[in-house]
């Protein structure tokens, strides 16, 4: 198993389910963001059945520039010069993604034996991943 897919859009973070009073919720934007991982997924292993090995993950998450920075800065963002160094946290978006292709990619995200998730600038946001079967 070796392939890559595209979420087009913003990446979302995973964020601890909340409450409100008596019932526990998730997010609504983590929850359509990991049906839309999923489904993307899903596109890409059809007709495969989940992986039941070890699996390797890469993420590039390609977020946003602020609008309010400068021209000279926003350059310097899409040549790879300025990183996001602030939120979301890097490994809040791999959970995101990591937890959305159980039962898709693989059977459980416990299969996943390595990991990264890099954070760079860009004008199309997207959360790129690259799967891997484990092989030394």
């Known amino acids: 198993m070796n392939f890559?897919?595209?979420v087009p859009g913003e990446p979302v973070p995973w964020a601890r389910a909340r409450t409100n009073g008596k019932?526990?919720?998730?997010?609504?934007?983590?929850?359509?963001?990991?049906?839309t991982v999923a489904a993307v997924a899903q596109a890409c292993m059809h007709p495969r059945k989940p992986h039941s090995g070890p699996v390797v993950l890469e993420m590039r998450a390609v977020l946003p520039i602020p609008a309010s920075w400068s021209a000279?800065?926003?350059?310097a963002a899409l040549e790879g010069l300025e990183a996001p160094g602030?939120?979301?946290?890097w490994d809040n978006l791999g959970k995101a993604v990591s937890d959305a292709l159980?039962?898709?990619v693989y059977v459980d995200d416990a299969q996943v034996v390595r990991a990264s998730v890099e954070k760079v600038y860009g004008n199309s946001p997207q959360m790129v991943v690259h799967v891997m079967g484990w092989a030394r």
Do not use: C, L, Q
């Not at 000279?72 to 350059?75: E, G, H, L, V």
């Not at 602030?86 to 946290?89: A, F, G, I, R």
């Open 4 to 6: 890559t897919f595209v």
């Open 23 to 35: 019932r526990h919720y998730t997010d609504p934007k983590v929850a359509t963001y990991k049906r």
């Open 72 to 75: 000279k800065r926003r350059a």
């Open 86 to 89: 602030k939120k979301p946290d």
């Open 102 to 104: 159980n039962g898709v």
